[in-house]
T-cell receptor
Framework: GAGVSQSPSNKVTEKGKDVELRCDPI?????LYWYRQSLGQGLEFLIY????????KSGLPSDRFSAERTGGSVSTLTIQRTQQEDSAVYLC??????????????FGQGTRLTVV | RKEVEQDPGPFNVPEGATVAFNCTYS??????FFWYRQDCRKEPKLLMS???SGNEDGRFTAQLNRASQYISLLIRDSKLSDSATYLC???????????FGAGTRLFVKA
């Protein structure tokens, strides 16, 4: 596709349920990032992938959060046993590879997760 | 300490004003620097890269001070349409880890 695509755009789930958020990066982009943005707050780094590997998982808030990327393309962020504090917009971004002066990160429009 | 820190604001300025934002970063391995803009309920988008020698794009000027590890963004002649959140972004050596600051909110009023 032309841009980063995330699905679903909105998700309402009951506390304790598991959810999967999907990100389709721009074709050919090797780097993929997940961020979280709570209402009125800034971006919180969660994890990034270079190809299929995730060199840095330090941003994941708890062991209920996991992410994978297959085929160097689609990534899935899974939240198990959701809690109300997980409610936020989850943003995915991708970049061609090295994020340098001429390579920007492009964002999807996010998945708005509401845990009730 | 956060890797990238910004004053959250908000900055409330009248149209035509000049406003400056600063951002500090903690990792000396930081190699590339950017300012992104995020409009309300929208995704962040690149505003401009920040080069060592400083760079200008119309009313926007970005500066980098590696010794003090800070980046600045200056907006001259503010417009109503400049109202947004401005995110400081740092990419570490190797380029694959990109850290976004929490953003500075700007409101430009008529």
């Amino acid at each position: 596709g032309a841009g980063v695509s995330q699905s679903p755009s909105n998700k309402v789930t009951e506390k304790g349920k598991d959810v999967e958020l999907r990100c389709d990066p721009i074709s050919g982009h090797t780097a993929l990032y997940w961020y979280r943005q709570s209402l009125g707050q800034g971006l919180e780094f969660l994890i990034y992938f270079q190809g299929n590997s995730a060199p840095d998982k330090s941003g994941l808030p708890s062991d209920r959060f996991s992410a994978e990327r297959t085929g160097g393309s689609v990534s899935t962020l899974t939240i198990q046993r959701t809690q109300q504090e997980d409610s936020a917009v989850y943003l995915c971004a991708s970049s061609l590879g090295y994020v340098g002066p001429n390579t920007e990160a492009f964002f999807g429009q996010g998945t708005r997760l509401t845990v009730v | 300490r956060k890797e990238v820190e910004q004053d959250p604001g908000p900055f409330n300025v009248p149209e035509g004003a000049t406003v400056a934002f600063n951002c500090t970063y903690s990792n000396s391995a930081s190699q590339s620097f950017f300012w992104y803009r995020q409009d309300c309920r929208k995704e962040p988008k690149l505003l401009m890269s920040v080069y060592s020698s400083g760079n200008e794009d119309g009313r926007f000027t970005a500066q980098l001070n590696r010794a003090s590890q800070y980046i600045s963004l200056l907006i001259r002649d503010s417009k109503l349409s400049d109202s947004a959140t401005y995110l400081c972004v740092v990419s570490l050596t190797g380029g694959f880890k990109t850290i976004f600051g929490a953003g500075t909110r700007l409101f430009v009023k008529a």
